[in-house]
Structure formats: structure tokens, C-alpha cells
């Protein structure tokens, strides 16, 4: 099995995560595919960048799947960073290979096969999502047969769908966010995404909360920095989290069928 993961952020951002002790989201992205696919070949490429080498549309097809990862970039944001890659992913729909995104790989198919991306009203979620419930969609759509209740995952966004594209179903939800999954059909493929972060281990959020401490507290998701040292350790501790979080083949088990869906 051959699968390209997307960067979504440009080098200079995720080499100054990597520089505090954070890890890159496609290296998170390799990590994950080495537990869930260890004889994939994995490829990586990084539209966020200027000087960067993208494949063909043939050489696209080559590949059984797309992964796209998250990123700290903003829908909105006219930027290269921004426009490469929704001209990426519209590369990428067309070449009708099957593509999975986390969270910004999410916003980014939903605006290019149509749809739209803005500002929760509700504000940034962060840490432990709410609980998430499949819709009637949902519940029979084959990358969520292991969920047979309400689950948590590890999130991170500020950005939600607020319009979705022709040619799509949403699969889940919570009381965050309307759009917590989804499916599209655009063009020649097909997406499956989540607004969460599947791949994501516990110290990856423990890292990003005390990492963007000063930016959550201006933002005011934290109202000092008392609560995001209490938040982080409440985190890192683990004790009081629900296992589908601390769980890794739990949290991932959405990714899992998406890649056993790719075999067939």
C-alpha cells in the first residue's frame, strides 16, 4: 500500500514545534500509519511551502490514499500557504484518489468541493472534545463501526464548517460543533474527515496547551496561567480521562477502517 501525507503547515512552523520538543504533524501522521499500516510506503509532501515539489496528476494516482493533517493555519487567510493547498486538494480530488483529513484537512476538502469554513461563535475547542454522537448517517458508515456509543477524541480548532458542500453527509456531531465528520463526494473521489484529531497521543495536547499558553490566555480560553498548568496536568496524568482517548488503537480506530476500506 502507497499513502501521501500532506503537511499542512509550513516548514517554518512545524520545525519551531519540533525545536520546543513538539512533533510535526506528518511525522504524528508516519507514527500513526507505522501502528495501523506497518507495510505502507509512505510518502510525504508539503503544499504549504513555496519551494516544495508536488506530484502529477499521475503520479497521484499511484498512491492508494491521501492523508491530509492538521495545521495552524486559518481557512480564510488569502495566503500562498493557504491557496497551494486548496489547489492541491482540488489536484487531489480530481486524480480520484480516496483522501482522509484531521481537522484542517476537513476545512480544507469542504471549501474546495464547495462548502464554506468560519469562526465557531462558541469559540476555541480545545483538550477533550465534548461527546461525540454519530448521526443516523453515521452509525452505518463503515470507518465508525467501532463506535457503538457517545465518544471523546483529542481536539484542537477554532474553525467548523458552517455550510456544507453538494455531495456530502455528516456522519457526527456534538454540542461544539455541528460538524464533528463528514463524507464528501467531489469529482472523481471520495473524503472522509473528522474535526478532531485521531492521531493525536495525549502528549501531543499536553505539549500544544503549555506550548500556545500565552495564546489561549489572550484569547481567553484559560483565565490565567494557573489553569492552563492545571488543565496540562490534569492532562498529562491521564487518571481521570476516558479510555477511548487514552486508548491509541481506540482513538485511531476511525483512520484504521478508513485504511482497511482502501484494500478492498
Same mark, same amino acid.
Given at each position: 500500500?502507497?499513502?501521501?501525507?500532506?503537511?499542512?503547515?509550513?516548514?517554518?512552523?512545524? *520545525?519551531?514545534?519540533?525545536?520546543?520538543?513538539?512533533?510535526?504533524? @506528518?511525522?504524528?501522521?508516519?507514527?500513526?500509519?507505522?501502528?495501523?499500516?506497518?507495510?505502507?510506503?509512505?510518502?510525504?509532501?508539503?503544499?504549504?511551502?513555496?519551494? *516544495?515539489?508536488?506530484?502529477?496528476?499521475?503520479?497521484?494516482?499511484?498512491?492508494?490514499?491521501?492523508?491530509? *493533517?492538521?495545521?495552524?493555519?486559518?481557512?480564510?487567510?488569502?495566503?500562498?500557504?493557504?491557496?497551494?493547498?486548496?489547489?492541491?486538494?482540488?489536484?487531489?480530488?480530481?486524480?480520484?484518489?480516496?483522501?482522509?483529513?484531521?481537522?484542517?484537512?476537513?476545512?480544507?476538502?469542504?471549501?474546495?468541493?464547495?462548502?464554506?469554513?468560519?469562526?465557531?461563535?462558541?469559540?476555541?475547542? =480545545?483538550?477533550?472534545?465534548?461527546?461525540?454522537?454519530? *448521526?443516523?448517517?453515521?452509525?452505518?458508515?463503515?470507518?465508525?463501526?467501532?463506535?457503538?456509543?457517545?465518544?471523546?477524541?483529542?481536539?484542537?480548532?477554532?474553525?467548523?464548517?458552517?455550510?456544507?458542500?453538494?455531495?456530502?453527509?455528516?456522519?457526527?456531531?456534538?454540542?461544539?460543533?455541528?460538524?464533528?465528520?463528514?463524507? =464528501?463526494?467531489?469529482?472523481?473521489?471520495?473524503?472522509?474527515?473528522?474535526?478532531? @484529531?485521531?492521531?493525536?497521543?495525549?502528549?501531543?495536547?499536553?505539549?500544544?496547551?503549555? @506550548?500556545?499558553?500565552?495564546?489561549?490566555?489572550?484569547?481567553?480560553?484559560?483565565?490565567?496561567?494557573?489553569?492552563?498548568?492545571?488543565?496540562?496536568?490534569?492532562?498529562?496524568?491521564?487518571?481521570?480521562?476516558?479510555?477511548? &482517548?487514552?486508548?491509541?488503537?481506540?482513538?485511531?480506530?476511525? &483512520?484504521?477502517?478508513?485504511?482497511?476500506?482502501?484494500?478492498?
Amino acid at each position: 500500500m502507497r499513502l501521501l501525507v500532506v503537511e499542512g503547515n509550513q516548514k517554518e512552523t512545524w *520545525t519551531a514545534r519540533e525545536s520546543c520538543g513538539g512533533v510535526a504533524y @506528518h511525522k504524528r501522521f508516519k507514527s500513526m500509519l507505522k501502528i495501523l499500516q506497518p507495510d505502507a510506503e509512505v510518502e510525504v509532501v508539503f503544499p504549504a511551502d513555496e519551494d *516544495t515539489s508536488l506530484p502529477s496528476a499521475d503520479q497521484l494516482k499511484t498512491f492508494d490514499g491521501v492523508l491530509w *493533517t492538521g495545521s495552524s493555519l486559518y481557512i480564510k487567510d488569502p495566503s500562498p500557504a493557504v491557496t497551494r493547498q486548496l489547489a492541491f486538494a482540488a489536484d487531489v480530488f480530481e486524480s480520484g484518489v480516496p483522501i482522509y483529513g484531521s481537522c484542517w484537512g476537513l476545512q480544507i476538502a469542504t471549501v474546495v468541493a464547495g462548502g464554506e469554513v468560519a469562526a465557531n461563535p462558541k469559540g476555541r475547542e =480545545i483538550g477533550i472534545t465534548g461527546p461525540i454522537e454519530l *448521526t443516523e448517517a453515521g452509525t452505518k458508515y463503515p470507518c465508525f463501526q467501532g463506535r457503538k456509543e457517545k465518544f471523546n477524541a483529542l481536539c484542537i480548532h477554532l474553525d467548523e464548517v458552517v455550510k456544507l458542500p453538494e455531495n456530502s453527509v455528516v456522519l457526527a456531531r456534538n454540542d461544539h460543533s455541528e460538524v464533528q465528520a463528514i463524507t =464528501i463526494r467531489y469529482k472523481n473521489s471520495e473524503f472522509f474527515g473528522v474535526q478532531y @484529531h485521531p492521531e493525536f497521543l495525549v502528549s501531543d495536547m499536553v505539549f500544544i496547551v503549555r @506550548h500556545l499558553s500565552e495564546f489561549l490566555i489572550a484569547e481567553g480560553v484559560f483565565g490565567s496561567e494557573k489553569m492552563v498548568a492545571d488543565f496540562a496536568l490534569k492532562l498529562e496524568k491521564q487518571s481521570s480521562l476516558p479510555d477511548c &482517548v487514552t486508548n491509541y488503537q481506540l482513538h485511531t480506530q476511525e &483512520v484504521k477502517y478508513w485504511l482497511n476500506r482502501l484494500k478492498k
